[in-house]
């Protein structure tokens, strides 16, 4: 699986290989979710706010800021079946709401979840209701306990 980071925002310098490295682990974590899907690429498209704002209005025509947006693309004609995908991950976003949190939880951390959820949400999970939400959320910072994540989760930043 080829995985590609595009960094478009200038005012952080996150550790492009670290996040290379953590997708790939992540996806493998996520791929059992849905086993019939096999990848060829995933793109992760770093951000700031008012970047991820514009590509959300463009893609769902709703103007906000989130953390991440994930996009499945089918297999093209000829490709063996394998599906490609995007995560739109919001950097801004993890550095300022992880000062809010008074507690051990880095920006390189928030990052890492982002990252995560955007995996889970390339094999079909919703958080459309609660129950959603906390079942991806469970899955997600149990992935992050992995001690290979776990130490690559907290040097992105």
Not at 132 to 143: I, Q, T
Request: proline residues 3%.
């Amino acid at each position: 699986m080829k995985i590609e980071i595009n960094n478009r925002q200038k005012s952080w310098h996150p550790r492009i290989n670290n996040i290379k490295k953590l997708i790939r682990k992540l996806m493998y974590k996520a791929m059992p979710l849905s086993p019939k899907l096999k990848w060829s690429e995933i793109s992760v498209v770093l951000m700031n706010d008012e970047q991820i704002r514009e590509c959300k209005t463009k893609l769902f025509d709703i103007r906000e800021i989130t953390d991440v947006i994930s996009l499945r693309y089918n297999p093209m004609p000829g490709e063996n079946n394998l599906y490609s995908g995007e995560i739109f991950v919001n950097i801004q976003r993890a550095i300022t709401h992880s000062a809010k949190i008074k507690q051990r939880w880095t920006a390189s951390k928030e990052l890492s979840l982002y990252l995560a959820h955007g995996c889970d949400h390339l094999m079909d999970s919703t958080d459309y209701d609660k129950q959603g939400y906390l079942r991806m959320r469970r899955r997600e910072l149990n992935w992050l306990k992995d001690l290979e994540i776990a130490k690559l989760s907290t040097n992105l930043l």
